[in-house]
DNA sequence: CCCATAGTTCGTAACATACGAACTCATGAA
DNA sequence: TTCATGAGTTCGTATGTTACGAACTATGGG
């Protein structure tokens, strides 16, 4: 089993943060862990998201997505993962981009935020 | 030759958004439109890039992409194609994100622009 | 009508993704 | 220490997506 690996934060690109957003199941994933920050955010806490039951091995697979494109960093903590966000680091290299993003989600799903209190404007 | 399909502002999805402007060709092609509006905006003006030389029939689905996502307008001038950004539609819809995503690919580019006067923040 | 130019579509090879099965690793019980 | 269990990862394969050359369609000029 390969060590986890993370970019460091300039080998970060945006074309790899859009990608790896570009996913629904993804944005879902990274949303929750940019709500619910060190609560519960291990792996298997997704496994019944609200409706589709995702199989674990591809919940994996979208894990290693967000972590290889810079956006989660994960660590063990004994036998399961602790995933955080890693949004302070991407928005001092592209300030206002993970907001506008998570901000634009959350329009689509009916659900606009009230206007951010941290974020959106340029650094 | 079917006729072009432009998707309707409210079909334009952020996912697709993403997915779009996360290839390398396209968010140059984009941030090109963007920035020459109502310029040099054919296909084939696109034919021979900065460095590499992409085939015709693989921009005309890079155009497609972009098109289907609900980035740009396409028309028929003639002979040649009249692309436009749909920007300002886009603005309304997800106020913000096209603007965060340019700047931050900007970034990325090594030619940050000065902060952008109209955009970043939350509506 | 014939030709040239600008784009599109088709066919195929290369690449990416989803998911079950089999694996690894850490922990706790015997 | 050994075994069992739960959390994630990796592998193999079927399915989907992408790139690009060849063949096509559309428009405009002689």
Redo the contacts with the bound molecule.
Sequence with gaps: ??P?THPSIDDITVEGIL?ALS?P?RVRIYAQLACAEGANS????FLQMEDRC????????????LREAGLIR?E?R????LNTTRCDEIQQRFPGLLPAIMHAHAIQSGKPLPPDPEDQSSD
């Design positions: 089993m390969r986890l990608h996913d199941v291990s792996c298997s806490a995702i199989p674990k091995s591809t919940l994996s697979q979208h894990f290693r997505a994960s063990r004994g036998v399961e993962m």
